[in-house]
């Protein structure tokens, strides 16, 4: 065999790599959502099965949710945090000025919802470079109940949520809850190729994570914690300064000696109306955030990369059968786990309906990925920051 042909199937070997992925993948989402499905503990919304003392499991409850600016449907995002059955727990909004034009959507939450506990915060001590750090700090100190939740102002819940999040603290050992979420894209297809990047591919890689042991983030969508775990990995105001707080807050969690529990009960992230240009910075920071928190999870992501893995086994096949093969198994297997993850797992009502975008959306991801390898000025809101060892660096001072 001459060296020219040792080479070409050593790539063919190694063009093989996602579809054992994806397998792999397939796999850790059938356990789990099997799991979530059946086991009401995981899944407050099987009503099918039998009734359990979990709802009587029901401690005092603070949401804190860090606003900066208008998302899509703010109002209705909101809303459905206070339509929650659930007997005590309040809602504290932390802003940063008064100028913020949340704050009238917050107002008329407060009108609206009159039986609710709603707070206003407005501004934080500038404890670090995270002005959404900053707020949790301020919010946490103010919080009136044991139990911690923080949830980004694009999450909307549905009924249950709250019980959901509870239940796993009944367990002295868990230190904290997390939840998978999925895309409201709208009709905006750069959204909606971010949407079916949440299910389709970040669900499954956390799930294949989770399957070579504990889970040791968070994912910032919603972070559950108490007060007293807070303080002994020394409260927000040790993560003021870092780029990824949920992966730093479950880091610690877990290396404290408690767990971090994955519930089974998924949330929506309701996707603006945004341009290619907007989408591709926003899948850039998050590749950051994997590149800076977890360096080899972040380079591994070549392997699970069917599309230009495919098209490269394609290219240099021995014959057009081996080629029709390698984009035959990566297209089969890739709408395999998108449905799986996704439309089965959870009810991710955007890769039910647009699934043929899947090959675009892999395209995307590749070039974003691609891209994350290169220094990168992270864009957040209207902020621009370096990362170093993990920490934000302003781009530019910020002006008083």
């Not at 983030?217 to 003021?240: D, P, R």
Request: glycine share 8%.
């Amino acid at each position: 065999m001459t060296i020219g042909a040792a080479v070409r199937y050593a790539f063919l070997a190694l063009a093989l790599a996602p579809f054992a992925y994806y397998l792999l993948a397939i796999f850790a989402s059938l356990q789990f959502f099997r799991t979530a499905k059946a086991n009401p503990a995981m899944d407050p919304t099987d009503s099918d099965g039998p009734p359990d003392s979990r709802a009587e499991f029901t401690p005092g409850i603070s949401i804190l949710k860090p606003i900066r600016g208008l998302d899509r449907e703010t109002f209705e995002n909101y809303a459905s945090f206070c339509e929650q059955d659930y007997p005590e727990f309040e809602l504290l909004f932390g802003v940063s000025d008064e100028s913020d034009p949340a704050i009238v959507e917050i107002e008329r939450l407060i009108r609206e919802f009159p039986s609710r506990s709603i707070r206003l915060l407005i501004g934080s001590e500038p404890l670090g470079v995270s002005d959404k750090v900053n707020k949790l700090c301020r919010m946490a100190r103010e919080a009136r109940h044991e139990i911690i939740l923080v949830s980004d102002s694009d999450v909307r819940v549905e009924a249950g949520f709250l019980r959901a999040m509870a239940a796993p603290f009944r367990d002295s050992g868990v230190g904290g809850v997390t939840c998978l979420y999925r895309g409201l894209a709208g009709i905006s297809v750069p959204a909606i190729l971010e949407a079916l990047g949440n299910t389709g591919d970040f669900v499954p890689g956390v799930l294949v994570s989770r399957l070579f042991g504990p889970l040791s983030f968070m994912l910032g969508a919603v972070m559950v914690t108490t007060k007293a775990q807070l303080a002994e990995i020394g409260g927000f105001e040790s993560l003021a300064d870092y780029f990824c707080d949920d992966y730093e807050l479950g880091n610690r969690i877990a290396a404290s000696g408690r767990r971090v529990v994955l519930s089974g009960f998924p949330v929506s992230i309701v996707y603006p109306r945004e341009s290619l240009n907007e989408a591709f910075r926003h899948q850039l920071r998050w590749n950051l955030s994997i590149r800076y928190s977890r360096p080899w999870g972040h380079f591994g992501l070549i392997f699970s990369q069917g599309l230009p893995w495919a098209i490269l086994g394609a290219a240099i096949a021995p014959s057009a059968a081996i080629a029709g093969g390698y984009l035959g198994a990566y297209l089969v297997l890739r709408c395999a786990l998108a449905y799986v993850a996704g439309a089965w797992g959870m009810q991710d009502e955007t890769v039910r309906e647009r699934w043929r975008l899947l090959p675009l959306r892999d395209a995307f991801a590749f070039v974003v990925w691609v891209a994350s390898f290169f220094p990168q000025r992270i864009h957040w809101r209207d902020r621009e920051f370096y990362v170093r060892e993990k920490r934000l660096v302003p781009a530019q001072p910020r002006h008083p």
